[in-house]
């Protein structure tokens, strides 16, 4: 019986030290699967799970034209963990970070709600926004879906989208600017860009 326990207390430890060696191993390879996983032309494969990433913000009606939208939007903001984790050490985006922007149309009538939206169960459009030095010239690309199942198509350089990142994205061409949760930590790392801290400066002026 005594010898029974001896190997007890040598073996124990030895498997939950296996067992955690391998949930970590576990843990790595769903963290690392979270990052951007492309086919063999160049599409990009819909991220799996984003609703279970970071949430970051949720537009209504947003839109960078003075043209007023037909529907009321919501516009889900998601991002790859490890991305999240690193910005709140480092203010900005590591390498294969990874933006999820869903489009959720408002409904205002349904159940016992008498005024204001909430989101449909549609969802009415689907873009990532990427960080790959090693792949892309600008080290991000735009991807965009026609549906949540099909690999998304890289939206060309020449689209709108590019240039306006480029020239109002408060750190490293994205909005971070509208993400409550991570401005503050920006203006606290000094990651914000020049041209943005100039124009709130000027609107905080107003």
Same mark, same amino acid.
């Given at each position: 019986?005594?010898?029974?326990?001896?190997?007890?207390?040598?073996?124990?430890?030895?498997?939950?030290?296996?067992?955690?060696?391998?949930?970590?191993?576990?843990?790595?390879?769903?963290?690392?699967?979270?990052?951007?996983?492309?086919?063999?032309?160049?599409?990009?494969?819909?991220?799996?799970?984003?609703? #279970?990433?970071?949430?970051?913000?949720?537009?209504?009606?947003?839109?960078?034209?003075?043209?007023?939208?037909?529907?009321?939007?919501?516009?889900?903001?998601?991002?790859?963990?490890?991305?999240?984790?690193?910005?709140?050490?480092?203010?900005?985006?590591?390498?294969?970070?990874?933006?999820?922007? #869903?489009?959720?149309?408002?409904?205002?009538?349904?159940?016992?709600?008498?005024?204001?939206?909430?989101?449909?169960?549609?969802?009415?459009?689907?873009?990532?926004?990427?960080?790959? #030095?090693?792949?892309?010239?600008?080290?991000?690309?735009?991807?965009?879906?026609?549906?949540?199942?099909?690999?998304?198509?890289?939206?060309?350089?020449?689209?709108?989208?590019?240039?306006?990142?480029?020239?109002?994205?408060?750190?490293?061409?994205?909005?971070?600017?509208?993400?409550?949760?991570?401005?503050?930590?920006?203006?606290?790392?000094?990651?914000?860009?020049?041209?943005?801290?100039?124009?709130?400066?000027?609107?905080?002026?107003?």
């Amino acid at each position: 019986m005594r010898g029974n326990f001896l190997f007890a207390w040598i073996v124990l430890p030895t498997a939950l030290a296996v067992l955690g060696f391998v949930a970590q191993r576990g843990d790595t390879v769903r963290g690392a699967m979270s990052g951007p996983i492309y086919t063999r032309n160049g599409d990009l494969l819909p991220p799996a799970s984003y609703r #279970e990433w970071i949430f970051l913000s949720s537009g209504v009606d947003m839109s960078y034209n003075k043209k007023s939208a037909k529907l009321t939007m919501f516009d889900n903001v998601f991002v790859n963990a490890e991305a999240y984790r690193s910005f709140l050490v480092t203010g900005t985006w590591p390498d294969k970070t990874v933006l999820v922007l #869903e489009n959720r149309e408002g409904k205002d009538k349904g159940s016992i709600n008498e005024k204001g939206h909430y989101q449909g169960t549609d969802v009415m459009g689907l873009e990532v926004h990427i960080k790959d #030095e090693m792949r892309f010239p600008g080290k991000w690309a735009f991807f965009g879906f026609e549906s949540e199942t099909r690999p998304g198509k890289l939206i060309p350089k020449a689209a709108d989208c590019y240039g306006c990142h480029e020239a109002h994205g408060a750190v490293d061409t994205t909005f971070v600017q509208f993400y409550p949760t991570l401005i503050p930590i920006a203006r606290a790392k000094q990651t914000l860009t020049a041209e943005f801290l100039k124009i709130d400066a000027s609107m905080r002026e107003k």
